[in-house]
């Protein structure tokens, strides 16, 4: 069965320091797509990343990193610097590929920075 | 050009009436979508869709009903609103799966509907 745990409720760290949310899934597939997605207090769902099964390659975009493990089944993401206007919640996604697009989601993790 | 427009933004209704939700998109995706959010539970599927008339249930669907007459609608009916239904509903929609495209799934605003 498909599961995505986010183990972190709710992380608060003071501005410019260091965050890493974690994320673990499970499937069975061999082909799967991993996804963030950042809910602001304002809302809406905005994408940041997607990943594919096979590309385990960590990847940088400003001051966002993301850090893809299969051996842990892991997909955890840094936030280097935090700034106040970080503050979400954040989710974690599962997408087994072939067959559909439906997400499984983790519970989220709140964010909050602290200036 | 909004992309994924959801309406009402905000609704707030009585046990027992019906309600509908609203979703278009304007890209021509193949998949629609309808989660929803509550806390410490993150997003739950409700229904998917494929393709016009072609629709499946999630995770959650009891008490909803959706249709897709129209590639671009994804309406989501509420029967019989129930207390458990307060809740804040999300449409997404995506393009038709390609292996070595890897499918960006976009979402709407949300709605946030209280059934009272």
């Known amino acids: 069965a498909q599961k995505v745990t986010q183990a972190q409720t709710e992380i608060s760290v003071v501005e410019k320091e260091d965050v890493t949310l974690d994320c673990v899934y499970e499937t069975r597939d061999t082909t799967y797509y991993l996804f963030w997605y950042k809910q602001p207090p304002s809302g809406e769902l905005v994408f940041l990343i997607r990943?594919?099964?096979?590309?385990?390659q960590n990847e940088i975009s400003g001051r966002y990193s993301w850090n893809f493990q299969k051996s842990t089944s892991s997909f955890n993401f840094t936030i280097t610097a935090s700034q106040v206007v970080d503050s979400a919640v954040y989710f974690c996604a599962l997408s087994e590929g072939f067959r559909d697009d439906k997400l499984i989601f983790g519970t989220g993790t709140r964010l909050q920075v602290f200036p | 050009d909004a992309g994924i427009t959801q309406s009402p933004r905000y609704k707030i209704t009585e046990t027992g009436r019906q309600v509908t939700l609203m979703c278009h998109q304007t890209w021509s995706h193949s998949y629609m979508f309808w989660y929803r959010q509550d806390l410490g539970h993150g997003l739950r599927l409700i229904y998917y869709s494929a393709a016009a008339d072609i629709t499946d249930k999630g995770e959650v669907p009891d008490g909803y009903v959706v249709s897709r007459s129209k590639t671009e609608n994804f309406p989501l009916t509420l029967e019989s609103a129930t207390r458990s239904q307060t809740s804040v509903y999300f449409c997404a929609s995506s393009e038709s799966i390609r292996q070595e495209a890897g499918n960006t799934i976009y979402f709407g605003e949300g709605s946030w509907l209280t059934v009272v």
């Open positions: 990943r594919n099964s096979f590309d385990e």
